[in-house]
T-cell receptor, first 112, second 114 residues
């Protein structure tokens, strides 16, 4: 849903482990979802997307899972690397409109 | 192929001054979005423009803020009479097609109001 002015939740993982980042979205009419990665001082970078007619989609080292029943989205990163350290945002879209709603974000730290 | 370009990267304004933020979309893209990001928060949608048209400005404050995307030249986000609360990072994204898909983000302009 709409982000709130709180400190970002943080996930700390060891290099080589798998990471799971979770997101709850707000609008049951949202039918398209994107995960973005944002490194410090940069704009968001597209990672992977999923439409509401799917519940799982895989990319290179990343998997997105969608549970529409509980309005939950997750991003799994396999074999996490130091270069994966960033803030990760989920975004929800109702494709009948033009607005993208970003979640609050999760900061991922990868320990070498 | 150059990505989305924004300038300036950093902008400092005193309260009451005007801020102009520029966004040059990727080549061939005719759709531009503007977002605002406060520290430790996600991006908030402001406005969606196509060439010479404002399509959705539901996220823009009613006063002091305006946006344009002329037929020639960059998209401009203009903030008049800036206040301290306008301090934020402003990102634009461009897309080759209508709708909020496949958005490519620029590096952002960090506005500081003193």
């Amino acid at each position: 849903g709409e982000s709130v002015g709180l400190h970002l939740p943080t996930l700390s993982v060891q290099e080589g482990d798998n990471s799971i980042i979770n997101c709850a979205y707000s609008n049951s009419a949202s039918d398209y979802f994107i995960w973005y990665k944002q490194e410090s001082g940069k704009g968001p970078q597209f990672i992977i997307d999923i439409r509401s007619n799917m519940d799982k989609r895989q990319g290179q080292r990343v998997t997105v899972l969608l549970n529409k029943t509980v309005k939950h989205l997750s991003l799994q990163i396999a074999a996490t690397q130091p270069g994966d350290s960033a803030v990760y945002f989920c975004a929800e879209i109702n494709t009948g409109g033009f607005k993208t709603i970003f979640g609050a974000g999760t900061r991922l730290f990868v320990k070498a | 192929n150059a990505g989305v370009m924004q300038n300036p990267r950093h902008l400092v304004r005193r309260r009451g001054q005007e801020a102009r933020l520029r966004c040059s979309p990727m080549k061939g893209h005719s759709h531009v979005y503007w977002y605002r990001q406060l520290p430790e928060e996600g991006l908030k949608f402001m406005v969606y423009l196509q060439k010479e048209n404002i399509i959705d400005e539901s996220g823009m404050p009613k006063e002091r803020f305006s946006a344009e995307f002329p037929k020639e030249g960059p998209s401009i986000l203009r903030i008049q009479q800036v206040v301290r609360g306008d301090s934020a990072a402003y990102f634009c994204a461009s897309s080759p097609q209508e709708g909020p898909y496949e958005q490519y983000f620029g590096p952002g302009t960090r506005l500081t109001v003193t």
